[in-house]
């Protein structure tokens, strides 16, 4: 389930993952009734949730979350770039992006890569999702065995990269870091300017070489 509403985003994905689930406040004029209501519904889905909201919406939604007994969790950097980033793929990657009917080898991989199954990734990536025109996924294959995968989505200037993940016998390799240079290099010709995701702590770094600027920390708040 995605749904709008004036200010946030409400997004149910099933996986029993708090930061896949939840309510994202991106405007000010959200209001704390209606996001309040969002993340009834989510609850409503018997899965792990969270709430995110932009730092001016910190009082807020430090208030809903209290009264849910929702637990404090670690600040979410968004993080953009303009123009191409500073990625070299290493000699040994080869980078691949998948048809409509391939979703299941990007869904191997991130979960293998985040100790997930591939039936909970499946969930996500459907027939219909892997046919939306603003949709690429990648893979990265080293010898035979794949390394890497990353999604992005292109509307309108800007490219989202989500879902970057290597799994653990190839990290520290400069994999993460050039399949995602691939994707914003797509975007990029494709009509976007800027690219953008949000990080994990461990991904943080990586983006920063990448030439990647933090423009926000996002408070978030996760179901106990």
Not at 61 to 73: D, H, N, S
Not at 82 to 98: N, R
Not at 117 to 131: G, K, N, P
Not at 133 to 154: D, F, K, N
């Amino acid at each position: 389930m995605a749904r709008q509403e004036p200010g946030l985003q409400i997004v149910v994905t099933g996986m029993p993952v708090p930061i896949m689930n939840g309510v994202w406040v991106v405007g000010q004029e959200a209001d704390s009734e209606t996001v309040a209501a969002g993340l009834s519904l989510v609850e409503d889905a018997k899965v792990p949730f969270c709430l995110q909201a932009r730092p001016g919406w910190q009082v807020q939604g430090a208030l809903i979350a209290k009264a849910r007994q929702m637990v404090e969790f670690e600040e979410v950097p968004l993080m953009a770039v303009t123009g191409p980033v500073a990625a070299e793929a290493p000699e040994d990657l080869s980078i691949h992006q998948l048809a409509p009917d391939e979703a299941l080898l990007h869904c191997e991989i991130a979960g293998k890569a985040f100790g997930a199954t591939t039936e909970l990734f499946a969930q996500l990536m459907t027939d219909s999702v892997m046919r939306l025109r603003e949709l690429r996924v990648y893979v990265g294959e080293v010898h035979g065995q794949w390394a890497t995968t990353a999604l992005s989505i292109t509307l309108g200037d800007a490219v989202g990269i989500f879902s970057v993940a290597t799994v653990e016998e190839h990290r520290r390799r400069g994999y993460g870091a050039a399949i995602t240079g691939h994707a914003v290099a797509d975007g990029l010709a494709a009509g976007a300017r800027c690219s953008w995701l949000q990080s994990s702590p461990e991904g943080y770094g990586v983006y920063e070489r990448l030439g990647f600027v933090t423009l926000e920390r996002w408070p978030c708040w996760i179901s106990g």
